[in-house]
């Protein structure tokens, strides 16, 4: 994403294994196969699925030491069939578009395509994926669609027939990192918030002063970088949680072509306005009135990578990112049981929102898929290997290897601390971000989309726009857009 990244930007390992410093799953450094190259010459049972360095990593490791391969054998996987990995650039633009050049000219292996869930749904649509409703045993198409978490399981369905076209691997939450003990040291009770995040307000508030009392150079870190981290899930937090939405409630996300677009409605414009004075502060005549100014200037160039650094680094009050940053900044030689979590503030309620399904607490929603390319040689061998990832002792091995969070949530309680390091401390939070995850519009115009989104996004954060001037550009474009979707679908 996740992305750039939307959620895999980079992730460390939760284990006290040698994967604890694993490579990113979304940054531009994974290795480059030529695509096709991998799985020439291959035995007839293996198959060959995408992935980035850090899955490969857990996939095949030292002998006698876990494995994915190994827990796909224990889970039932015939032991004739073994995966093999074509490594991708771990950029999920890139991958995407190396995913549609594959596809597209119908070439295989990879037989298995690991796809964002941000961009799924367009390959569905495109039908270069294959519905796994009608092809997986019916027990287990039953246990996916029973355990699997709702949110993660609709980037993988195909948005007119509601079938199951991708397995979810591994889902990701934005959550909200903050130094626990600086905050308190101030005055502020932050024992309920883990379970009942506070308002913006007092977040806010709370954390100014915990930035002027310790010294430090930043209060909050964020990501708003021009980049699809922005628009489908920095930004897409903080404007759910004004009770604001792209088009409306999340009735309206998986379906393009028919939809209001809401983007210049007060709520939006708000949370824009709180960006703005957390940005500019009172200076900035555009900037919300109500709170205090608390990050940087800089953050308007920041992703994942970026933002953190300060954070870990000791020099800021809280942080939103993803999992794999609490497994960084709770580590004993970091901040330790002084780091607190939780989903995002909020500003306005479920009940005083003005569309459904959003207000309240977030967390956007991240994550990759597993699909069957229709163009396979290996299919039985694949489905196999599809059915051995819904065990879960398979999501636990990933769980444990490298932090990668189950699709069935409720593994995390079934998960051994010892293995799973610091994000132990965190479970009941991450259950809570899956209970009140926010995904993005996606459908088959969300690449184009989503590029107009955080141009006008990041125009108004950085004061090139006003936030009504941004929205009203953002609004008209995106009518073109849903127009064209529209009179397409006409046809």
């Given amino acids: 994403m996740g992305q750039e990244n939307t959620g895999q930007k980079r992730r460390a390992g939760v284990s006290r294994r040698s994967f604890v410093k694993a490579a990113s799953a979304s940054t531009a450094v994974g290795a480059v196969a030529i695509a096709g190259c991998v799985g020439r010459g291959r035995e007839p049972n293996t198959v060959v699925m995408t992935g980035a360095t850090d899955f490969e990593e857990i996939l095949h490791t030292e002998e006698g030491e876990p494995s994915v391969q190994q827990a796909l054998w224990d889970a039932g996987l015939d032991e004739d069939i073994t995966v093999e990995l074509q490594t991708v650039v771990s950029d999920s633009v890139q991958r995407m578009q190396d995913a549609q050049s594959t596809l597209q000219a119908g070439r295989a292996p990879p037989d298995i395509h690991m796809m964002d869930t941000g961009w799924t749904i367009p390959f569905i649509l495109r039908e270069q994926t294959t519905n796994l409703s009608e092809e ?42 903050y130094r626990q003990d600086l905050i308190e040291d101030v005055g502020y009770d932050t024992s309920d918030w883990g379970t009942e995040p506070p308002s913006w307000m007092e977040f806010a508030e709370a954390v100014a002063d915990a930035r002027s009392e310790h010294d430090l150079n930043y209060g909050f870190t964020t990501q708003a970088a021009a980049y699809e981290g922005l628009a489908c899930c920095s930004f897409n937090e903080v404007m759910s949680t004004w009770g604001g939405g792209y088009f409306g409630g999340t009735e309206n996300l998986f379906t393009a072509g028919d939809r209001p677009i809401t983007v210049t409605d007060e709520s939006v414009l708000d949370a824009i306005r709180m960006m703005r004075a957390f940005i500019h502060g009172d200076d900035d005549e555009h900037a919300h009135d109500d709170y205090p100014q608390i990050s940087p200037s800089a953050i308007v160039q920041w992703s994942e990578e970026e933002s953190l650094g300060p954070f870990t680094g000791g020099d800021a009050v809280a942080h939103r990112n993803w999992p794999f940053s609490i497994a960084e900044a709770g580590d004993e030689d970091v901040f330790g049981e002084d780091l607190g979590v939780m989903t995002q503030p909020y500003a306005v309620s479920e009940d005083e929102a003005e569309h459904e399904g959003v207000g309240g607490t977030a967390a956007a929603l991240g994550g990759w898929n597993l699909t069957l390319s229709p163009y396979t040689d290996r299919s039985e061998q694949a489905l196999e290997v599809l059915e051995a990832f819904t065990q879960e002792e398979v999501m636990l091995t990933i769980f444990e290897l490298q932090g990668f969070l189950p699709p069935n949530l409720d593994l995390l309680d079934d998960a051994d601390p010892d293995e799973i390091g610091p994000i132990a401390r965190y479970v009941d939070q991450l259950q809570m971000a899956g209970e009140n995850a926010v995904p993005r519009p996606v459908t088959d115009v969300w690449p184009e989309q989503s590029a107009l989104m955080f141009q006008e996004i990041h125009a108004a954060y950085r004061g090139a726009k006003s936030p009504e001037g941004a929205m009203n550009d953002l609004a008209d474009r995106l009518e073109q857009s849903e127009t064209e979707v529209a009179e397409q679908h006409g046809d």
């Fill in 136 to 177: 997986l045993p019916d027990d287990v198409v039953d246990r996916v669609e029973e355990e699997y978490l709702d949110e993660a399981l609709e980037a993988a369905r195909h948005p007119e027939t509601d079938e199951i076209h991708g397995i979810p691997l591994f889902p990701d939450f934005g959550m909200m990192l």
